[in-house]
């Protein structure tokens, strides 16, 4: 008994090893007015006030790359207005080292968000692996997902000024520049009144101290860009976000390029504090995947979504704003929509991509892999927990239900054929004798190749009566040879195989006897004999348990992406 149950196993991993192997190898081998941010104020010339003009929305591009931060900013402001438009931010750094530029358009950034990527991917494995079950094919949609995020954005457009560079002994002038009807400067400031003598002197009526934000800035290694607009060009720039958000429009959009070196990316929020209680959307897009330092006061206000495959497109902005390639980059989307008052401190970005993304970075980037993982777990789990149940005598041979588990891989037909030809009971003496004249008399070899074929037969035919409406429906703009190899791989062949392996599985007359003989001691081999209630049982409970297994460990797998 011993012997035989031993040529048994030997036989079985054999008959196993091929479509693992191949399943294996063909699995692996397969391949989401414009200035930004500081603050806008409003110039009264009919007046000795000053008002802070109304932003409505903020958005600032960022490509961080060796050190040096590249910085489009633009800014929506709400209303139409005869007064003059200054704006100011700072920026961490010597003036001799920032660079400065008007721009006539921003960047659109397009991808794939990497959680809604990863869920997607997780969805689709599952419905793959239901499909080996055969059944489950005929309540599984056909449906696509779609797991691009778009965000587009308006062009710029832009204002006269016809200010000129003041004087003023606390202040300097570093660079001045006048483009697209804007004028800039780079400015440093030593002490807050001479920022404010400054201000003044661009025909700001403002009072010393009524800025108090910038005096945090001044006399540190901070420099200024202040730009004016005097004239203000009505028109509507629509900027379209996700697809459950409305359209974000803005009377008008404007925008500055700034680079300047720094150890971690910069962004400032503190000047839009000046705004209260108002909320005023800021949306930072940047380069690459990065961790965002934020502060207490904000961070319920803040999210931080990821992008993978992303494309990059642009009118007019500058060709040393990104120097990678236009598309399968990685960008951050951080939206921070809080309260003005909230922003105590500005906000610094690590260059680095946080720890708790990479599981759903590596399921949205390499799908495969976990579906190969969760496949051979949910094989393994359900062959172990149906063969608990139903075959008693394999409790203490695990390797046995593994192997039967791992057949799954040719779908629900292979796990049948194996479960049958599988011996999960003892064998007695007397049937072993019998058992081994019907080896010798072919029945092993014939069925064996009836096994192959049977396999390859009814997937095939059923795959090929689930399509057969729609090759029916596209016949004529199918050509010629390829509707030819699709009848003969899906219903030619297979036919053939069917008939064929059922042919191979006919007992002689005189081995009759011998067949009665071992069904009445119920010794199903190589398909010889009936098959054993518990062998039923087994093979409903693991495709059962296979579905709803590997159900919760994709939604298992949700929560961690």
Not at 170 to 181: A, N, P, S, T
Not at 541 to 550: C, V
Request: some cysteine; overall charge neutral.
């Amino acid at each position: 008994m011993k012997s035989l149950n031993t040529i048994t196993t030997r036989r079985f991993l054999r008959m196993l090893a091929v479509p693992i192997l191949l399943f294996t190898f063909l699995t692996v081998a397969t391949p989401t007015p414009t200035f930004a941010d500081g603050c806008v104020i409003r110039v009264d010339p009919y007046g000795n006030r000053f008002d802070y003009s109304n932003e409505n929305n903020q958005d600032a591009y960022i490509n961080y790359e060796d050190g040096m931060q590249r910085m489009i900013l633009n800014v929506g402001i709400d209303e139409a207005s005869d007064s003059d438009l200054v704006w100011i931010f700072p920026v961490p750094s010597d003036p001799g080292r920032i660079t400065l530029d008007i721009l006539t358009g921003l960047p659109e950034l397009h991808g794939e968000e990497i959680s809604g990527r990863a869920k997607s991917n997780l969805s689709s494995i599952w419905e793959l692996l239901a499909a080996t079950q055969i059944y489950p094919i005929l309540g599984l949609g056909m449906m696509s997902k779609a797991g691009y995020s778009t965000l587009g954005e308006g062009n710029l457009s832009f204002g006269i000024s016809d200010g000129t560079p003041g004087v003023n002994r606390d202040v300097v002038v570093h660079e001045h520049i006048d483009k697209e009807g804007v004028t800039s400067e780079i400015i440093t400031a030593r002490t807050a009144n001479g920022l404010y003598d400054y201000l003044r002197g661009r025909g700001l009526h403002i009072e010393t101290g009524a800025i108090p934000v910038f005096d945090q800035y001044v006399g540190k290694t901070f420099s200024f860009i202040v730009s004016w607009i005097s004239e203000y060009r009505a028109g509507y720039a629509s900027a379209p976000r996700w697809d459950y958000e409305p359209p974000v429009t803005t009377r008008m959009q404007r925008g500055v390029f700034v680079t300047f070196p720094t150890d971690d990316i910069y962004y400032p929020l503190l000047p839009t504090s000046v705004y209260g209680d108002r909320t005023v959307p800021a949306t930072l897009r940047i380069f690459g995947h990065v961790t965002p330092m934020v502060f207490d006061n904000i961070r319920k206000y803040v999210t931080t979504e990821y992008f993978i495959n992303g494309y990059y497109t642009s009118t007019a902005n500058p060709d040393d704003f990104y120097h990678g390639g236009r598309s399968g980059f990685a960008y951050t989307r951080l939206v921070i929509n809080a309260p003005s008052s909230s922003f105590t401190e500005d906000l610094w970005i690590r260059p680095t991509a946080p720890v708790g993304i990479f599981p759903a970075l590596f399921v949205a980037k390499y799908p495969v892999l976990p579906g190969i993982a969760l496949f051979l777990l949910g094989s393994i789990l359900a062959a172990l927990l149906a063969g608990w149940f139903m075959f008693p005598d394999l409790r203490k041979k695990p390797q046995t239900l593994m192997l039967i588990g791992l057949s799954n891989c040719l779908t629900l037909i292979a796990v049948i054929i194996a479960t049958i030809l599988a011996t999960t009971s003892a064998v007695t003496d007397a049937a072993t004798s019998k058992i081994q004249k019907l080896h010798q008399k072919g029945y092993y070899s014939r069925r064996t190749i009836a096994v192959w074929l049977f396999i390859y037969a009814v997937p095939a035919l059923l795959f090929g009566l689930f399509i057969l409406p729609q090759l029916f429906q596209d016949w004529h703009t199918i050509e010629f040879w390829y509707w030819l190899m699709l009848v003969l791989a899906l219903y030619l062949l297979p036919t053939w195989s069917l008939i064929r392996a059922v042919d191979l599985m006919k007992v002689e007359p005189e081995d009759r006897s011998i067949f009665a003989e071992l069904k009445e001691k119920g010794v199903p081999i190589w398909i010889v004999g009936p098959v054993a209630n518990s062998k039923i049982g087994f093979i409903i409970l693991f495709s059962l348990s296979f579905l709803l297994i590997t159900r919760l460990l994709v939604e298992l797998a949700k929560l961690i992406v």
